[in-house]
């Protein structure tokens, strides 16, 4: 089963503080078919978790672009430029390239 | 678009139990769906996945013992859990893809 590794498991920012969070797999997620299946996730305190990043680099509907994504094959990169409160909570990657599909073990953002 | 899962509770070690996900707003037989849960103060852990055309595939923890269905007449997921044990405890969520999700519902295993 494909291992995705985040780091760091916890960061602290401050409010406009630019912060990065990483997502390393065990094996490529370069699919066949050429997409990368390269997900992000927010989950906030009491809430499902929501879509921000799909396929790497593309922003979901509605989420702020101070939210990006980056990297190919097994190294990818979540970037937040310039947190804000309604950031807090915690970040999960997830791929959808090999079955079964697997999720990190999540990056919780807390306020310093 | 709109999930509604249901179908939780408590139940034994060993029993059984069925949960639902009621989906709309959008074409439910076009989508793949997911399972995936949330162990109390842990976190996303990947269940199931049912195609379009039922396909389905399974995390090795649950394989032989959950099974995942569809009706897509009712617009429905479903998720069949067998032989529960305390560590399937857990808010089973069921998604579209990975950008849309229910609110969760809960499976206690507990005797």
């Known amino acids: 089963d494909v291992v995705l590794t985040q780091t760091p498991p916890t960061l602290s920012a401050t409010i406009g503080q630019s912060v990065s969070i990483s997502c390393r797999s065990s094996q490529s997620l370069l699919h066949s078919n050429g997409n990368t299946y390269l997900h992000w996730l927010l989950q906030r305190p009491g809430q499902s978790p929501q879509l921000l990043i799909y396929?790497?680099?593309r922003l979901e509907s509605g989420v702020p672009n101070r939210f990006s994504g980056s990297g190919s094959g097994t190294d990818f990169t979540l970037k937040i430029s310039g947190v804000e409160a309604e950031d807090l909570g915690v970040y999960y990657c997830v791929q959808g390239t090999h079955a079964p599909y697997t999720f990190g073990a999540g990056t919780k953002l807390e306020l310093k | 678009v709109q999930l509604v899962e249901s179908g939780g509770g408590l139940v034994q070690p060993g029993k059984s139990l069925k949960l639902s996900c009621s989906a709309s707003g959008f074409t439910f037989s076009s989508y793949g769906m997911h399972w995936i849960r949330q162990a109390p103060g842990k976190g996303l852990d990947w269940v199931a996945y049912?195609?379009?055309?039922?396909?389905?595939v399974y995390a090795d923890a649950v394989k032989g013992r959950f099974t995942i269905s569809r009706d897509n007449a009712k617009n429905t997921l479903y998720l069949q859990l067998n032989s529960l044990k305390s560590e399937d405890t857990a808010i089973y969520y069921c998604?579209?893809?990975?950008?849309?999700w229910g609110q969760g519902v809960m499976v206690t295993v507990s005797s």
């Open positions: 396929l790497v680099s």
């Open positions: 998604a579209t893809g990975f950008d849309y």
């Open positions: 049912i195609s379009s055309s039922s396909g389905t």
